[in-house]
């Protein structure tokens, strides 16, 4: 069964560094969605984008942030000038309409 | 926006009882809910969705019930085994590809042998 995948899986990085997440979405899905989750705590949506465009994204979803499909395989989340609170898993998904399938997260450590 | 409520955040039971998690939505126009299991370290992953033109579902053990009127949906598991110990998250979207999927804060459920 084709699955989500994220690299890397643990990524650590000091304040101010600039990140980038990568995931493979499955090849069919048309659509793709960054969620992140602190740890203990529930699953937030950031981002989703269609036709290389965002489509709707959250409040968390602020300058600092940016998604990127730069190939016809990868999607890509930046965070340009990471912060303390930015530590979370960080969790990318694609869909075939909707049901949502997730990749198995990148742990972003930020000290 | 949508916004999910889930209860309880916790759950302990002893194995072959039954588990029941309740959410409760905000937005009307949801159609879609389903729930996802997460591991401790793991990715949700999707065990059963309901879409609003039902109003129950059964997979096995597992089964999950829909009340568009009082905008509440249930997770309903049976003969629980060890297992099935988990965090249990429920979800809500618009039925349309491309927009969010909002969780609610999730249930610990643990089972004991």
């Known amino acids: 069964e084709p699955e989500v995948t994220q690299t890397p899986s643990h990524q650590v990085t000091q304040m101010g560094q600039e990140v980038i997440l990568r995931c493979v979405p499955i090849?069919?899905?048309?659509?793709f969605y960054w969620y992140r989750q602190i740890l203990g705590q529930k699953v937030e949506f950031l981002v989703s984008f269609y036709n290389n465009e965002i489509s709707e994204k959250s409040e968390i979803f602020d300058d600092q942030f940016s998604v990127e499909r730069p190939d016809g395989s990868n999607f890509t989340l930046k965070i340009r000038s990471t912060k303390l609170e930015d530590s979370a898993m960080y969790f990318c998904?694609?869909?075939?309409?909707?049901?949502?399938?997730f990749g198995p997260g990148t742990r972003l450590t930020v000290t | 926006g949508e916004n999910v409520e889930q209860h309880p955040s916790t759950l302990s039971v002893q194995e072959g009882d039954s588990a029941v998690i309740k959410c409760t939505y905000s937005?009307?126009?949801?159609?879609?809910f389903p729930w996802y299991k997460q591991e401790l370290g793991k990715r949700p992953q999707l065990i059963i969705d309901i879409r609003s033109n039902v109003g129950e579902k059964k997979d096995q053990r597992i089964a999950v019930t829909l009340n568009k009127t009082a905008k509440h949906f249930s997770l309903h598991i049976t003969e629980t085994q060890p297992e099935d110990s988990a965090v249990y998250f429920c979800a809500a979207s618009i039925n349309q590809a491309g927009t969010a999927l909002i969780f609610g804060k999730g249930t610990t459920l643990s089972v004991s042998s």
């Open positions: 090849s069919n899905h048309l659509y």
């Open positions: 937005d009307s126009a949801s159609n879609y």
């Open positions: 998904a694609s869909s075939e309409m909707s049901r949502w399938y």
